[in-house]
């Protein structure tokens, strides 16, 4: 496992793969196993994402998600004009990493957190561990193209493995673009935020999958019309404020129902992969 591909790989890879999975317009996004070769620039990614934000080099990255690697489903965009990945998410089947640090950091033990979801019913849990989006692609329609990738690709993946739990935790600029999207996420155990991996104030969270796409595809219907609550915030006044809740109502539109995204989007990893249940016990 790599964190740090140069240029040349990544570009030898990412058209390797864009040559593999021929599809339409500039970007396309797959879901990938832990050890196919398209990995390794979902986890340089990951890399140059989070030590840009947080500091997390290389050996922090290995360190912390090194024990993870083998229950991780990697998703990733490439874009056809650069030749080069444009972001990338990952999960980790069976609550991975949330639920290993989360309990410690929240101040209650897993059992409360398993009680309190519901996660002791055999259902599928997968760990939301990442997603990024590199600066090039931050703004702009672009930037909302490769973000609302990632997420409908998390869904469409999520639908295909029968997914019934989502952990994730998300540091305060996370959580505040997925509350706006329209994810119905919970405090997990009813926590409060925490210092986290380089980031001041992270939340350890909630959501049934199944409660995602209707949320999403409500949370558009309410973004959509010019007044009126919607969840998250919008912190632009006047006329950008308006142009800001049209866009957000375009993704999450989009995101909820696929329209425009789901012929870009195409699951190698699951097709390789069998996921197992992970049923915690009491």
């Known amino acids: 496992m790599a964190y740090n591909l140069d240029h040349a790989e990544l570009t030898r890879r990412t058209a390797a793969a864009l040559a593999a999975h021929p599809a339409t317009g500039r970007f396309t996004a797959l879901a990938v196993a832990w050890d196919d070769p398209m990995a390794d620039v979902a986890r340089t990614v990951e890399r140059q994402v989070f030590e840009a934000a947080f500091g997390n080099d290389t050996a922090t990255m290995t360190a912390e998600y090194g024990d993870y690697e083998r229950q991780s489903l990697f998703f990733l965009v490439l874009d056809r004009d650069t030749g080069l990945p444009a972001g990338a998410g990952r999960v980790i089947e069976g609550g991975g990493k949330t639920l290993d640090d989360a309990p410690d950091l929240i101040g209650h033990d897993l059992s409360a957190v398993v009680e309190a979801h519901g996660l002791h019913d055999g259902g599928k849990i997968w760990d939301f561990a990442t997603v990024g989006v590199l600066p090039d692609y931050r703004g702009g329609k672009s930037g909302l193209a490769v973000s609302s990738l990632l997420y409908r690709t998390f869904l469409q993946a999520g639908k295909r493995a029968g997914v019934k739990h989502i952990v994730v935790m998300l540091d305060h600029r996370a959580h505040r673009n997925m509350t706006l999207l329209g994810a119905p996420l919970v405090a997990m155990a009813g926590s409060e935020p925490f210092e986290y991996l380089g980031s001041a104030s992270t939340r350890a969270l909630y959501v049934p999958f199944a409660e995602l796409e ?25 006329l950008r404020r308006l142009l800001i809740r049209r866009a957000a109502a375009r993704v999450s539109e989009q995101v909820a129902t696929g329209q425009g995204l789901n012929e870009h989007i195409l699951l190698p990893g699951l097709e390789r992969r069998r996921y197992r249940s992970l049923k915690i016990r009491r």
Do not use: K, S
């Open 214 to 238: 209707p949320a999403i595809a409500e949370q558009g219907r309410r973004l959509r019309r010019p007044v009126g609550a919607f969840e998250g915030e919008i912190r632009a006044r006047g």
